[in-house]
């Protein structure tokens, strides 16, 4: 089988890496990112950390170069998803094409360009160190389940959870990947802007009372909206929350959104709150507090 | 009459300045920061843009100096205001004392240590420039009225209004003075975080149609936190929001509040937003949105 990896930044690297690994599955590794680009085509592309794994996927930032695809992962930020599906459709004209993003609204974005969509949430984490090297903080499992609108064939999902299992990246194929998505965004969008406007560390913003009542809040409107649409969450997003502000898992760790406001760059806050904000607007479910996070972030985006 | 104003800080000096300059006046200044009293001992005060002025008030940093005084003027910083009146509550012992400040619980203070109380709000407003020197930048009107609990006498609410209105200070004595105050603070709880949080000047809060429906939000908790109350504003906070906006007015102005993130100083926030809190919480008026600013807020304090 072959798979493209779009957008091969930290989370899309952890994929292309492990699936190169295996004799059987071609791997292209599609990102704009040209000296990363060239470093992978020269040296592979090399993994360290919480495990290590050096695979040699095909790099390019040309899409006219990738040949036709069984399966599409996108990995971009969500700001990118349109862009960047637009750009390699037609790679997966007969293929199917799964999201490992961040947020709500990408699977519709690339079912405006594909026909076989596959939903996706993956939870291990890590970041670029450099070209071609890509540090992997956390291990956790992955999740793929047909997107309803426009779905992917079950043994087509079920083929590509068992590869990426067996490259090392656990990942289950499930009937409505909707729980465990909604979870991950419920618990982002209560968490990550917090963190951002406070300048806080994710164990700080947990363990401050009044703090972390706001994040219980953000939370509860988020548990409203997933189940206006009849979502049933996998598990609480608040165990989430005590996991990780634990000393030992992510208590000093400055939450993504975070970073990206200490470096100016536009943040996810779109597709985390904004998209509560309009799955609950849909279904007439109020979130006020979504909504003033949501404005608070975007209006501290346009200060730069 | 002889007048000591308490926190000669820009507001304060606006009063001490002016009032010293009446024939019947005598004025003290009271303050902590002894280069300023010693400039305004030495120099006399000076105010100058809006309106110029220089007036000779006796100035210190000893509580034990001040002499019985008719009436107390407390200018203050928020916080500052039960230290400041318990330093100094013997001189007026015999007095009446008014509070110019920001926010919501001074009166509350200040009646903890003395008996006859002015409830007061003040739209003048100035920096120090240099000690003994400030700088005024809006002029505006000043209302007075009893403390309900411990109220000061009409007619001393009277004598001092017209003192500060002759000196240039125009000044209202009215039965019910909870309006202005409710409308001031309701307007800046609305608009001062907001741009704290943000970064954003005054103008470009309440243009951004998301942040001014944010700032709305905030101002209909306040306005359902006062009616609660059987306060009526003397007039729609929003408009001084709308005011404040425009190009010649405070459009590039950044908040007291944002200067004070900027410089990592303690805000105004329990006064503003946490006062509205807990006067909605007194009379079971949700304030969710105000709640979540004040919590922002005190994180980005604990950020520093």
């Known amino acids: 089988m072959r ?14 890496a492990t699936l190169a690994q295996l004799d059987d599955v071609e791997v292209w590794a599609y990102d704009l990112y040209r000296e990363h680009v060239d470093a992978i085509n020269r040296d592979g592309l090399r993994l360290s950390g919480a495990a290590e794994a050096l695979g040699r996927p095909t790099a390019t930032s040309d899409p006219g170069e990738l040949p036709p695809c069984d399966f599409g992962i996108v990995a971009t930020k969500a700001m990118h998803t349109s862009a960047a599906i637009e750009a390699t459709a037609a790679a997966f004209a007969n293929g199917c094409v799964a999201t490992v993003q961040n947020g ?110 706001l994040v219980s809040s953000l939370v509860d409107e988020g548990k409203a909206v997933a189940a206006a649409q009849g979502i049933v969450l996998d598990a609480d997003p608040e ?11 992510a208590y000093g760790h400055k939450a993504s959104m975070l970073q990206d406001v200490e470096a100016r760059r536009q943040t996810e806050i779109d597709y985390l709150n904004g998209g509560i904000v309009r799955f609950g607007e849909e279904h007439g479910i109020p979130t006020p507090l979504n909504r003033a996070i949501w404005s608070l972030v975007k209006g501290l985006e346009q200060s730069w």
Chains 1, 2 share one sequence.
């Open 3 to 16: 798979v493209c990896v779009v957008g091969c930044g930290a989370v899309g690297s952890l994929f292309a």
């Open 104 to 213: 709500l609204g990408n699977e519709e974005a690339i079912a405006k360009h594909t026909e076989r969509v596959i939903r996706g949430t993956t939870f291990p984490a890590g970041k670029l160190l450099e070209p071609g090297h890509v540090q992997w903080d956390v291990k956790g499992d992955t999740t793929f389940g047909p997107f309803e609108p426009k779905p992917a064939p079950r043994d087509e999902i079920a083929r590509l959870a068992e590869a990426c299992t067996r490259a090392g990246m656990p990942t289950h194929a499930v009937e409505d990947a909707r729980g465990p998505q909604w979870r991950k965004v419920i618990f982002n969008a209560a968490t990550n802007p917090v963190g951002a406007l406070t300048r806080l560390t994710h164990g700080r913003v947990c363990e401050e009372p009044e703090l972390r009542r």
């Open 239 to 249: 165990d989430l929350i005590d996991h990780a502000a634990k000393p030992e898992v």
